[in-house]
């Protein structure tokens, strides 16, 4: 297992240097420059080619990306155009919101989907199936930032039971505080995760082995826990985790609903602004969470199945 944890590491790395060279020419692809931006009413042509040339914005493309590689290989990311401060310090700052968000929006997730999902497929085509996967269909076709805003309405602005907006400092604020936008991500999320175990649930109920199971005489409970619902977690982990890398793009959107200082948040100033470095210093830490996501999902994946182990070990 470590050796195989080693080795999808090192195979992260060309794919981690690939999207970081296609987002460092993407970015000067976008019309704007960030001298202008910078100086805003001060703009003059000298002061803008002053201000370019200490960016190093006059030199040749690719000058600029040899300057930058050789930066980043020395953990160096970059100096922000608009917030003036190293932009790893600068996406640190935000990494702790927006960590604690989908690990909270995770966690939302599982609580609504596993119980939903098993439910619904032990109640297959009566009233409680048609209600989850009625609620599936609602939850898949509702955009996310519709979902923020009407919850904000309800629950903060009619009831007042949640906050606007907002991080907090302590733990309870945090949980207080980002509960509705963890709510807004879990209810895109959990029907994904939903139709993905009711699915392997009934492929599991009606397998030989729940049979056999039952014919020994070992309880009921004990074979939905250990010879159903264990199976039939592994292909919902696997749309978890797949889903769980893509919940960047959810979180940039519900940030700014919630007012969130997290990354997402930074990501679409640094883009406005034309932070050339910000925007690509976000980009790799989006790309280096969704490879540990994605391994850590293989990882867990493996220890609940013995074949995906040995085929991991092999």
Request: aromatic share 8%; charged share 15%.
């Amino acid at each position: 297992m470590i050796r195989f944890i080693f080795m999808r590491l090192l195979a992260a790395i060309p794919v981690l240097g690939g999207i970081v060279m296609i987002m460092f020419f993407m970015v000067r692809v976008i019309p704007g420059d960030p001298a202008q931006q910078a100086l805003n009413i001060y703009a003059t042509p000298e002061r803008v080619e002053a201000l370019r040339a200490e960016w190093g914005l006059d030199q040749p493309l690719f000058s600029q990306f040899a300057i930058f590689v050789s930066q980043l290989l020395r953990g160096d990311l970059g100096y922000s155009y608009f917030y003036r401060q190293p932009a790893l310090d600068l996406v640190l700052e935000r990494l702790g919101p927006e960590l604690f968000l989908i690990g909270y929006a995770v966690v939302v997730t599982l609580a609504i989907g596993l119980p939903l999902g098993v439910i619904a497929a032990l109640r297959r085509d009566r009233l409680p199936d048609t209600i989850v996967r009625t609620g599936m269909v609602f939850g898949l076709s509702l955009p996310a930032y519709w979902v923020g805003i009407i919850l904000l309405l309800v629950f903060s602005l009619w009831l007042g039971l949640f906050p606007v907006g907002g991080y907090g400092r302590t733990l309870p604020e945090h949980l207080h505080s980002l509960f509705l936008p963890a709510l807004t991500i879990a209810l895109g999320l959990s029907p994904l995760m939903m139709r993905a175990l009711r699915s392997s649930v009934i492929e599991e109920l009606e397998s030989d082995h729940v049979d056999m199971a039952r014919s020994k005489g070992i309880s009921r409970s004990k074979v939905l826990r250990r010879h159903i619902v264990r199976p039939a977690l592994i292909p919902a982990i696997t749309v978890l985790g797949i889903n769980v890398g893509l919940l960047i793009g959810a979180t940039v959107i519900v940030e700014n609903v919630f007012a969130i200082p997290g990354m997402g948040q930074l990501m679409i100033t640094a883009i406005t602004t034309r932070d050339y470095p910000t925007v690509v210093a976000v980009t790799l830490v989006f790309a280096v969470f969704v490879v540990l996501v994605n391994l850590a999902t293989d990882v867990l994946v493996a220890r609940l199945d013995p074949r995906a182990r040995a085929a991991m070990m092999s």
